[in-house]
């Protein structure tokens, strides 16, 4: 009888055991998790068309959030960032995607079809159209930049309301998880 005793005791034990094994593998799992999606990258999808062609609705991403610890954003570059104070006055409060074209310091206008920085024509092989109004010129304020649609004549962006403060910006869109058939790098 004593041996049926200690053998059950021991059922017991693993039972007890297996369940706190599960309960702290789910409970690393999750602060892992919240942890890459906090500090390292997370998912996103596109909501609009206004970075079509080179993102299309519903398309799903990989941010990078760690790079721009290490350097600026870089024109050229999509980004994730969060709205803007005159953007939350008008009372947006989703993040936003766009590309970076105008940085810090740089001359940026939008006339004849072209964006110019600092009087240069900018060459741009990825916007929808040409850009049909004129913005500009306007100096980007030190630690901001100047964020465009490639969409660009359908496109709620910095030639509407502004610019993006640097401590705004979550990330820098990297790779396309889907759909399937455009997976890949983000130029």
């Not at 005793?5 to 055991?17: D, G, T, V, W």
């Not at 310091?105 to 049909?132: R, S, T, W």
């Not at 910006?169 to 998880?177: E, P």
């Amino acid at each position: 009888m004593d041996e049926f005793k200690i053998e059950s005791k021991q059922e017991s034990n693993h039972s007890e055991n297996a369940w706190l094994e599960g309960l702290k593998t789910i409970g690393l799992s999750l602060i892992l998790a919240f942890g890459v999606r906090t500090f390292v990258a997370e998912a996103r999808y596109i909501p609009s068309g206004s970075m079509e062609p080179t993102l299309q609705v519903n398309d799903r991403l990989i941010i990078d959030k760690i790079s721009y610890d290490f350097e600026p954003p870089q024109r050229g570059d999509i980004v994730v960032f969060n709205p803007t104070d005159t953007l939350e006055q008008r009372n947006f409060h989703d993040a936003f995607i766009k590309r970076v074209i105008g940085l810090p310091g740089e001359q940026v206008e939008i006339k004849n079809g072209l964006v110019y920085i600092n009087h240069q024509p900018l060459q741009e092989n990825y916007i929808a159209a040409k850009p049909d109004y004129q913005w500009g010129p306007v100096v980007v304020p030190p630690n901001s930049y100047l964020v465009l649609g490639d969409n660009r004549n359908n496109s709620y962006d910095g030639h509407y309301w502004g610019f993006v403060p640097r401590d705004r910006i979550v990330g820098k869109a990297v790779v396309r998880f889907y759909p399937f058939d455009r997976v890949g790098l983000i130029d």
